[in-house]
């Protein structure tokens, strides 16, 4: 019972956010189109990138014949057109409701992994927000930590590992800039950081240099 709660607020809370259609409003005249015609017609439209009118037509299938049997290949299709268009929350969003419907499909892995990577591709170069890029680090480490990941368990940890380099670069930017204002301190601090916590990345020798070269600042 408490899980079918959860599900009716999920699918209330994702069509606020879409500004699709509820399930209790569709149209009955969607019934005389068969569950088959308007999947077609949905992916038709997601070929052509036309994102949102697929969507709308795979939402109205959804209604129309829940009982449709590619019922799962809807929810992700939905979900992969939000991630193409660049709507990544919105994608964050169907793919979790796609794998709490179907936690045992055989793409639920894939859809874990499209989650980490609607965090990493909000990650900017400039100006880098630490927060999102750890929330890609949790979410690739749960790609890998799945019982079965397949082949999406060998791409989190390269993506994860991508990530952390990139906090790690971070820290010797800031490094070099403590340097530059003269406080010694703090830039020790982050070069030696690189080393403890972000070390085989690449980075160790750059962050070595940093504090041979101030060690008597």
Not at 203 to 209: H, N
Request: glycine content about 4%; hydrophobic content about 40%; overall charge positive.
């Amino acid at each position: 019972m408490v899980l079918v709660v959860r599900l009716l607020l999920l699918a209330v809370l994702v069509g606020l956010a879409t500004g699709c259609v509820p399930l209790w409003t569709a149209d009955v005249k969607e019934k005389n189109v068969s569950a088959e015609e308007l999947f077609k017609q949905g992916k038709e439209k997601i070929k052509d990138k036309q994102y949102q009118e697929g969507i709308n037509i795979l939402e109205r299938l959804k209604s129309a014949h829940p009982e449709f049997k590619q019922m799962p290949e809807v929810y992700l299709a939905i979900a992969d057109s939000f991630y193409d268009e660049g709507s990544y929350d919105k994608a964050i969003a169907r793919y979790l409701q796609f794998m709490e419907l179907y936690p045992g499909d055989k793409e639920a892995s894939r859809a874990r992994y499209q989650i980490a990577m609607s965090y990493f591709n909000q990650i900017k170069n400039t100006d880098l927000d630490n927060s999102v890029v750890k929330q890609a680090i949790r979410a690739f480490k749960a790609v890998s930590d799945a019982a079965d990941p397949g082949e999406w368990g060998k791409k989190a940890e390269e993506k994860s590992r991508e990530c952390q380099r990139k906090l790690a670069e971070k820290e010797l930017y800031k490094s070099r800039s403590y340097i530059s204002l003269g406080n010694y301190k703090a830039a020790k601090i982050a070069a030696q950081r690189v080393i403890d916590e972000y070390s085989k990345l690449g980075l160790d020798d750059e962050a070595q240099k940093i504090l041979d070269k101030i060690k008597n600042k």
